[in-house]
T-cell receptor, first 113, second 116 residues
Framework: NAGVMQNPRHLVRRRGQEARLRCSPM?????VYWYRQLPEEGLKFMVY????????ESGMPKERFSAEFPKEGPSILRIQQVVRGDSAAYFC???????????FGQGTRLTVV | GENVEQHPSTLSVQEGDSAVIKCTYS??????FPWYKQELGKGPQLIID?????GEKKDQRIAVTLNKTAKHFSLHITETQPEDSAVYFC???????????????FGKGTKLSVIP
């Protein structure tokens, strides 16, 4: 049973470009969470999604960031017009339901140059 | 919102000794406390968790204790081995009534080094 798959593992974008990060949850998991980790910091919650629904986006910046989890395909975290401060590791986690533990992927390390 | 403080930020122990990492949380409604191990270049891996109706939980060399009154919980690793070297994160979670959210609030991490 494959774990949570994130791609790409590393992503370099110039300021002003768009970044698209993908997350395929574990088989049988329909709950997805995105977290951001800055250097030397813990993970910060961004958004919680179920299939076709955003449940909690209280940790998402109000502008430039969006997330989706379509009926088919991976969850996507989209960052428009990236800035240097967006450079971080972005982790996706998935769970069978909201009461069980979340399993993390290996992350996408975004570097904005 | 919830705030989780974690100490120490770095910890070095001799192989075979015990390691203890402590966390405090601010929201008395938090009811789930997982611990994650993160190795370099990898995602966090759940190693043990505890719910608020339990005071202690043990899994081989790893144990976690929870003091709800004082709002703190600790990770204990006994007979440490070099492969235990990693960054360890504590986290706390509160079920938000009606929203069904499951967001975790993480501590800033403890870098554990086990010296052979």
């Amino acid at each position: 049973n494959a774990g949570v798959m994130q791609n790409p593992r590393h992503l370099v974008r110039r300021r002003g470009q768009e970044a698209r990060l993908r997350c395929s949850p574990m088989k049988g998991h329909s709950h997805v969470y995105w977290y951001r980790q800055l250097p030397e910091e813990g993970l910060k919650f961004m958004v919680y999604l179920q299939k076709e629904n955003i449940i909690d986006e209280s940790g998402m910046p109000k502008e430039r960031f969006s997330a989706e989890f379509p009926k088919e395909g991976p969850s996507i975290l989209r960052i428009q017009q990236v800035v240097r401060g967006d450079s971080a590791a972005y982790f996706c986690a998935s769970g069978r339901d909201r009461n069980t533990e979340a399993f993390f992927g290996q992350g996408t390390r975004l570097t904005v140059v | 919102g919830e705030n989780v403080e974690q100490h120490p930020s770095t910890l070095s122990v001799q192989e075979g000794d015990s390691a203890v990492i402590k966390c405090t949380y601010s929201d008395s409604a938090s009811n789930y406390f997982p611990w994650y191990k993160q190795e370099l270049g990898k995602g966090p891996q759940l190693i043990i968790d505890i719910r608020s109706n339990v005071g202690e939980k043990k899994d081989q060399r790893i144990a976690v204790t929870l003091n709800k009154t004082a709002k703190h919980f600790s990770l204990h690793i006994t007979e440490t081995q070099p492969e235990d070297s990693a960054v360890y994160f504590c986290a706390a979670s509160k079920r938000i009534s009606g929203a069904g959210s499951y967001q975790l609030t993480f501590g800033k991490g403890t870098k554990l080094s086990v010296i052979p």
